[in-house]
């Protein structure tokens, strides 16, 4: 059974600083390329940053330079360190597991909130 467990998230004030975590289980870590998507109210899912086994990291034009991606194969953790966090950045943060073989399909978490207000 595949689970994806996040946690980190909670209230911080404009310019503050969060760390959420990803733990996986049930995959084999190092065949996925894993990320961290958001959502917030009334809007679509969208690509936060990911990673590649190889350290690559792909970050969304809103959140370079603030948030950084970083993986721990044998921890089978992925961790995204949010700083001078926006009010935009209020959202649910989901981690995600996307398989690089074929064929190609992905695992999230159940979510975690992060809530960015003065």
């Known amino acids: 059974q595949v689970q994806l467990v996040e946690s980190g998230g909670g209230l911080v004030q404009p310019g503050g600083s969060l760390r959420l975590s990803c733990v996986g289980s049930?995959?084999?870590?190092?065949?996925?390329?894993m990320g961290w998507y958001r959502q917030a109210p009334g809007k679509q899912r969208e690509l936060v940053a990911t990673?590649?086994?190889?350290?690559?990291?792909n970050y969304a034009t809103a959140v370079k330079g603030r948030f950084t991606i970083s993986r721990d194969n044998a921890k089978r953790m992925v961790n995204l360190q949010m700083n001078n966090l926006k009010l935009g950045d209020a959202a649910i943060y989901y981690c995600?597991?996307?398989?690089?073989?074929?064929?190609?399909?992905?695992?999230w978490g159940q979510g975690t909130q992060v809530t960015v207000s003065s």
């Open positions: 995600n597991a996307r398989y690089t073989g074929w064929p190609v399909y992905n695992y």
């Open positions: 049930g995959i084999t870590f190092s065949d996925y390329v």
């Open positions: 990673i590649t086994d190889g350290g690559s990291t």
